[in-house]
Every structure is written in structure tokens, then in C-alpha cells.
């Protein structure tokens, strides 16, 4: 299993407001490259986001689902993108001194990926892991930002 951790500026509801907009999944999640729906009552488990991997034209359409959601601390995910494979998520936020730390655990769980070997597995998924991070801290920092300065927030 692979591990990454970011501090981020800002509160663990700010960082969980991302995490519970399914339509921002494209925008922070390194290869989902688009969203086609977004369960309604996401992110409560058993919903899905049906998302597209890869690049146009050899895009593959699959789905991410919940499986544990415990906000604003956790969120627990089963990524699919076959003929890739599966893969099990889980996003922790603790508070922190300087807002909160969160945390990014990716396993492959299914496919073609879990012979490749672990040493590769965690090299590729942990730079991955750590432009998602630092995708999602933009986002959620911005939204901190945003929430008392009467602009560049969101609406909510």
C-alpha cells in the first residue's frame, strides 16, 4: 500500500467540501480525465462517480464508489478503470497546527497492475499520489481563501 501525507492551509471540512463534490474529481485525481454523472447522494456509501480514464481517443469509462464515508475525517473508495484494474483508497484528514494533515493510501487490488512489482507499484502510484495532493490542496486552501473574502470561493 502505498502512502502520502500533505499539510494543508486549511480546515478538514474545507478539504472534505472537495472531497464530497463528486463533479471537482476530474480536477484534483491525477488520470480521470472526465466526469459523466455523479451519484446524487454522493459521497455516502454505495454511490458512484462514473468518470473516463486515460486520453482521447483510448479513453476507458468506469466508475469509483464509496465505501466508507465519516466526514470531515474519512473517506474510503474502490477506483476502477478497467482493463487496468481496481484499486482501494482511502483519504484521512487530521487536524494540524497549521490546518490539517491528510493522507492518501492507494493499494491495487485487482488486474493487470497487481504483477507489477511492488517497488514499481509504489514509485508510479506515490508521484501520482503526490500531484493529487497537491491538486486537492489548491482546491481546498482556495475554498478557505475564498470563504471570507466575498470572491474566488464557492457559493455553498
Same mark, same amino acid.
Given at each position: 500500500?502505498?502512502? !502520502?501525507? !500533505?499539510?494543508?492551509?486549511? &480546515?478538514?471540512? *474545507?478539504?472534505? +467540501?472537495?472531497?464530497? *463534490?463528486? /463533479? =471537482?474529481?476530474?480536477?484534483?485525481?491525477?488520470? #480521470?480525465? @472526465?466526469?459523466?454523472?455523479? +451519484?446524487? +447522494? /454522493?459521497? @455516502?456509501?454505495?454511490?458512484?462517480?462514473?468518470? &473516463?480514464?486515460? =486520453?482521447?481517443? #483510448?479513453?476507458?469509462?468506469?466508475?469509483?464508489?464509496?465505501?466508507?464515508?465519516?466526514?470531515? !475525517?474519512?473517506?474510503?473508495?474502490? #477506483? !476502477?478503470?478497467?482493463?487496468?484494474?481496481?484499486?482501494?483508497?482511502?483519504?484521512?484528514?487530521?487536524?494540524?497546527?497549521?490546518?490539517?494533515?491528510?493522507?492518501?493510501?492507494?493499494?491495487? &487490488?485487482?488486474?493487470?497492475?497487481?504483477?507489477?512489482?511492488?517497488?514499481?507499484? +509504489?514509485?508510479?502510484?506515490? =508521484? @501520482?499520489? *503526490?500531484?493529487?495532493?497537491?491538486?486537492?490542496?489548491? =482546491?481546498?486552501?482556495?475554498?478557505?481563501?475564498?470563504?471570507? &473574502?466575498?470572491?474566488?470561493?464557492?457559493?455553498?
Amino acid at each position: 500500500m502505498t502512502t !502520502r501525507s !500533505r499539510v494543508m492551509h486549511c &480546515s478538514p471540512q *474545507d478539504v472534505f +467540501d472537495v472531497l464530497a *463534490d463528486g /463533479w =471537482l474529481y476530474t480536477t484534483w485525481v491525477v488520470g #480521470a480525465a @472526465r466526469i459523466r454523472d455523479v +451519484d446524487p +447522494d /454522493w459521497p @455516502r456509501p454505495g454511490t458512484r462517480i462514473h468518470h &473516463s480514464v486515460g =486520453l482521447w481517443p #483510448a479513453m476507458t469509462d468506469d466508475t469509483t464508489h464509496v465505501v466508507a464515508c465519516e466526514p470531515p !475525517r474519512r473517506l474510503a473508495l474502490t #477506483a !476502477r478503470a478497467w482493463p487496468g484494474g481496481e484499486a482501494n483508497i482511502e483519504i484521512t484528514v487530521e487536524p494540524h497546527d497549521d490546518g490539517c494533515e491528510v493522507s492518501l493510501f492507494e493499494e491495487i &487490488s485487482s488486474g493487470p497492475g497487481k504483477f507489477v512489482p511492488k517497488i514499481l507499484q +509504489d514509485i508510479a502510484i506515490g =508521484l @501520482r499520489n *503526490d500531484e493529487s495532493l497537491t491538486r486537492l490542496a489548491m =482546491l481546498s486552501e482556495g475554498r478557505k481563501r475564498g470563504s471570507g &473574502s466575498g470572491g474566488g470561493g464557492s457559493a455553498d
